[in-house]
């Protein structure tokens, strides 16, 4: 398995740019969500899904759009880039829901972005 | 204001010795608690997971508690190594938040030869 995969690894934008941050995961998980990690903070979550067409706002969720299609893919959607999103993001996935539940939690590796 | 703090912000030890990283919550009603080692570049790795019945947990060198009444959660890292060195996060669920994790800010711990 290769777990969960994000793409791109690192990504610089200009202010007003959009672009879509990818992920996938391999282990039929229904839960998947998207953080941010900024310097000093806990990672924020930004918007989650509890399964296929299922998608609800996490705490920051201004500035970006998500769906759920598969249940594999998950991508998150920068509509307007602002230097404020210059963040490292990560997508994880559990095999139920992460709130309530006892499932172990899997991340991909992070994509890097920084908006001019 | 965030409901996990966590103490110490970053900490240097020496090789093969010991240490406790510290967790205080507020988050209600509980339902589990996490702790998570990130290394540099790299996505969270689950370290265990404690709910309310458990007051510990072991995954090899590393040992976590939990004491719910006082909110407090403790990582204990036994002889350590340099691989050891990351940042460790305490991460807190509540029944009433389905889905949604608090995360605290982190302790940096860097493991010197």
């Known amino acids: 398995n290769a777990g969960v995969t994000q793409t791109p690894k690192f990504q610089v934008l200009k202010t007003g740019q959009s672009m879509t941050l990818q992920c996938a995961q391999d282990m039929n998980h229904e839960y998947m969500s998207w953080y941010r990690q900024d310097p000093g903070m806990g990672l924020r979550l930004i918007h989650y899904?509890?399964?296929?067409?299922?998608?609800d706002q996490g705490e920051v969720p201004n500035g970006y759009n998500v769906s759920r299609s598969t249940t594999e893919d998950f991508p998150l959607r920068l509509l307007s880039a602002a230097p404020s999103q210059t963040s490292v993001y990560f997508c994880?996935?559990?095999?139920?829901?992460?709130?309530?539940?006892?499932?172990?939690?899997?991340f991909g590796p992070g994509t890097r972005l920084t908006v001019l | 204001k965030n409901q996990v703090e966590q103490s110490p912000q970053s900490l240097i030890i020496l090789e093969g010795k010991n240490c406790t990283l510290q967790?205080?919550?507020?988050?209600?009603?509980?339902?589990?608690l996490r702790w998570y080692k990130q290394d540099t570049g790299r996505g969270p790795v689950s370290l265990t997971i404690m709910t309310f019945s458990e007051n510990t947990k072991s995954n090899g060198r590393y040992t976590a508690t939990l004491d719910a009444d006082t909110k407090q959660s403790s990582l204990h890292i036994t002889a350590s190594q340099l691989s050891d060195s990351a940042s460790y996060i305490c991460v807190v669920s509540s029944t009433d938040s389905w889905g949604k994790l608090q995360f605290g800010a982190g302790t940096q711990v860097v493991v010197t030869p």
């Open positions: 967790c205080n919550y507020t988050v209600s009603p509980f339902s589990n």
């Open positions: 899904s509890v399964g296929a067409g299922i998608t």
């Open positions: 994880a996935s559990s095999y139920g829901t992460s709130g309530g539940g006892s499932d172990t939690q899997y």
